[in-house]
T-cell receptor
Framework: DTAVSQTPKYLVTQMGNDKSIKCEQNLGHDTMYWYKQDSKKFLKIMFSYNNKELIINETVPNRFSPKSPDKAHLNLHINSLELGDSAVYFC?????????????FGPGTRLTVL | DAKTTQPPSMDCAEGRAANLPCNHSTISGNEYVYWYRQIHSQGPQYIIHGLKNNETNEMASLIITEDRKSSTLILPHATLRDTAVYYCIVRLRVYSGGGADGLTFGKGTHLIIQP
């Protein structure tokens, strides 16, 4: 059983479009995250979401917005896509209520903006 | 979270122990040392973490110096599948208010296992 899953695995789209990436975790965790890995392979936190508390990395453009329909899902919506948004996006989860910070990552979504 | 320093790359022969060092000289008493790795094109994978005692699990061992200013991740019998980028990350304990803001990844160590 996949612990953290993401769809789609690949996403190719035109500049200016709006797209979403879905993330689901079946671990019963209470905190979910989105990370971006650019072409230079640097991994950076974008959002952290725990019990309706959203922590946003200040460098993330407001075209990006996470939406959590329930505790098992944290989807990433991107408006007006730009060339620089091309990257691999990883979702992750952890269970902070247990006092642990161990994060489990999804397989990633490779976004290409043309 | 405290800053960490790792060598950019290392080689290790298959079947030998791979020892990956990490310096974290500004670590505080409330901060854990975590290790993750990222195999090419995959999501990062948790390996192990510790506070001050040495730790071992089915994947690796973590040796933390007595002054906690450095640590070593040991893969006891490296295989080709262990070729990956290994990240050493220092994190504030959740019970001390840490963990809410996601992991800060550095450049890591690219470990290459040679056949």
């Amino acid at each position: 059983d996949t612990a953290v899953s993401q769809t789609p695995k690949y996403l190719v789209t035109q500049m200016g479009n709006d797209k979403s990436i879905k993330c689901e975790q079946n671990l019963g965790h209470d905190t979910m995250y989105w990370y971006k890995q650019d072409s230079k392979k640097f991994l950076k936190i974008m959002f952290s979401y725990n019990n309706k508390e959203l922590i946003i990395n200040e460098t993330v453009p407001n075209r990006f917005s996470p939406k959590s329909p329930d505790k098992a899902h944290l989807n990433l919506h991107i408006n007006s896509l730009e060339l620089g948004d091309s990257a691999v996006y990883f979702c992750a989860s952890s269970h902070r209520a247990r006092g642990t910070d161990t994060q489990y990552f999804g397989p990633g979504t490779r976004l290409t903006v043309l | 979270d405290a800053k960490t320093t790792q060598p950019p790359s290392m080689d290790c022969a298959e079947g030998r122990a791979a020892n990956l060092p990490c310096n974290h000289s500004t670590i505080s008493g409330n901060e854990y040392v975590y290790w993750y790795r990222q195999i090419h094109s995959q999501g990062p994978q948790y390996i192990i973490h510790g506070l001050k005692n040495n730790e071992t699990n089915e994947m690796a061992s973590l040796i933390i110096t007595e002054d906690r200013k450095s640590s070593t991740l040991i893969l006891p019998h490296a295989t080709l599948r262990d070729t990956a980028v290994y990240y050493c990350i220092v994190r504030l304990r959740v019970y001390s208010g840490g963990g809410a803001d996601g992991l800060t990844f550095g450049k890591g160590t690219h470990l290459i296992i040679q056949p």
